[in-house]
């Protein structure tokens, strides 16, 4: 049987779409995820999302596997992806829709502008220790500027759930991290029970953040949109930044807002379609 695939990108942070809204469970296992996010052996993504249908009173369901074939709760970029590949499926691709969507973290709602980008309401950030979750400090303490020994250095660390883990770092210089060797050893640090996903942080202006990310099940990713909602809340919390702030990826930009209204996270940034292809279920590592 060959399932149809498409693919999307949100600032490069890439992944394969998979219209799921015939039954519950994925198509695909995690091992065949793996398979496919493969960039020289399978189509190359940074996940694999899948469209399932609503619960719980949602529109519909997002399920997301990681390029390791862990499963996330929740996935910025993806869900703006998602949004667009819902309204193409629904046949209503211009429209100014917005969705309710059963994740993991609880029901996040994209809206498709008319300009093509998706603002998403992301819910509330989440700040002790036990929902993030971190051994960083007790349970029901916030980890905001706290030391975290990595690499034999000392970094100051805050923590933020965006319904999956983060820790967040500020430098003077982004580019001068080596992510590619400390960002695993963040990720499997033993304070992170779950794993954490892992940015570096350099604050620009009070309104403008430069990031790098290391993500977990992903490793070093081109965007993370959960990754720059909890960012912009530690450099608020750290007295960094202002509660609305472009944060600028290797891939692009995205617009964060903390509003001070209902405390939620706002996520405005684009969705792109890429191609649209066909690969057989049985597909299998070439031996
Ligand atoms: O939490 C995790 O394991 C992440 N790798 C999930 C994906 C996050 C994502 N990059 C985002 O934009 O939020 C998709």
Redesign the pocket.
């Known amino acids: 049987m060959a399932i149809e695939f498409t693919k999307y990108h949100g600032l490069g ?1 890439d992944f394969i779409l998979i219209d799921n809204r015939q039954q519950t469970e994925p198509y695909l296992t995690p091992d065949q995820a793996v398979l496919w996010c493969d960039r020289h052996f399978g189509i190359g993504a940074d ?1 694999v999302i899948f469209v399932l249908p609503g619960q719980s009173g949602a529109d519909y369901t997002m399920r997301i596997f ?1 390029s390791d074939g ?1 499963e ?1 709760e ?5 869900i703006r992806c998602l949004a667009q590949f819902i309204a193409t499926l629904e046949g209503r691709p211009d429209a100014s829709l917005s969705y309710r969507i059963h994740t993991l973290a609880g029901v996040i709602t994209p809206k498709l502008e008319a300009n093509g980008n998706v603002t998403v309401d992301m819910g509330l950030p989440r700040l002790l220790a036990s929902e993030i979750p971190t051994t960083l400090t007790t349970p029901n303490e916030k980890v905001i500027n706290q030391p975290l020994e990595v690499a034999g250095q000392t970094w100051d660390v805050t923590c933020v759930s965006m319904g ?1 883990p983060h820790c967040i770092t500020f430098v003077e210089d982004v580019a001068a991290i080596a992510l590619e060797t400390i960002g695993s050893q963040f990720e499997h640090h033993a304070v992170f029970p779950h794993r954490t ?1 892992t940015e570096f942080i350099q604050v620009i202006r009070p309104d403008y953040l430069k990031m790098r990310v290391w ?4 490793g070093i ?1 081109l ?5 720059a909602c909890a960012s912009l809340v530690a450099a608020v919390l750290t007295g960094k930044s202002a509660r609305r702030a472009t944060i600028e990826l290797p891939g692009g930009c995205l617009a964060i807002e903390w509003s001070e209204i209902d405390q939620h996270l706002y996520m405005t940034g684009p969705a792109d379609r890429v191609f649209t292809g066909n690969l057989t279920k049985s597909f299998e590592y070439p031996r």
């Open positions: 942070n996940g990681n862990s996330p929740m996935c910025g970029n993806g999956n996903n993500e977990r099940g992903a990713t965007a993370c949109g959960t990754g």
